[in-house]
């Protein structure tokens, strides 16, 4: 079944090279990214797990935990951290779960339920293990995101996602495009005017149905 927007994400028991897991326990009252890859040793995912770990400030900030998933094992993940550490110059903190039976990138829709991992495979085996998942606190996914093999994931553009997620949720508020934290926001057509007013104050009316406004201090 396909996992959708505001569904409950999956829980889990992984193995992780740093120890097994409980999904859900671990997010605790955080908000969470999942963000998998279909193979350890591969040249853009080695790129995309150093700019998680260069962004581990960041995370830290949002109250946001991440974690990474791959259909290796965990020697294997020990063993590529060193890659990623030596390529990004940053220490990789977080933890990637050993998916080896896949059960994870099934129960997340990255693979079909039939699918199996042959002898001798290839990243082209797991190409569609290529997904960035944020979750909240709540354990409900709130944002996903899926990327081709070639093509690498911008962390930055997830970073600012994140921002606008946990803006929305503490603020009852929408972002416009390509919105950045510190500019205005929409106030949402469930909100009558004056409503509008006493909470935020003044707004611009673009349209009737479209009304920005900063946010209150």
């Known amino acids: 079944m396909a996992l959708r927007i505001n569904d409950t994400v999956p829980d889990f028991n992984a193995e992780t090279d740093q120890g097994t897991i409980k999904f859900h326990d671990w997010i605790g009252d955080s ?69 080896e039976g896949l059960e994870v990138s099934k129960a997340f829709d990255m693979l079909p339920a039939e699918a199996y991992m042959p002898d001798g495979r290839t990243p082209a085996d797991s190409a569609t293990v290529r997904s960035v998942f944020i979750i909240g606190p709540d354990k409900q996914l709130k944002l996903s995101m899926t990327y081709p093999m070639s093509v690498g994931r911008n962390f930055g553009e997830i970073l600012r996602a994140l921002d606008a997620l946990q803006t929305s949720s503490a603020h009852g508020i929408a972002t416009p495009v390509n919105w950045a934290a510190g500019e205005d926001v929409i106030i949402p ?13 003044s707004f611009d009316a673009v349209l009737p149905y479209l009304r920005k406004t900063k946010l209150p201090e």
């Open 31 to 99: 908000w969470a990214i999942l963000f998998s890859h279909p193979k350890d040793f591969t040249p853009v995912c080695t790129t995309e797990f150093g700019a998680v770990a260069q962004l581990a400030d960041e995370w830290e900030k949002r109250g946001t935990k991440v974690m990474g998933v791959s259909v290796d094992g965990v020697e294997d993940h020990k063993k590529w951290k060193q890659d990623i550490e030596q390529v990004s110059g940053a220490s990789a903190g977080f933890p990637i779960v050993a998916d």
């Open 189 to 201: 057509p469930t909100v009558s005017d004056e409503d509008a007013k006493a909470k935020f104050g």
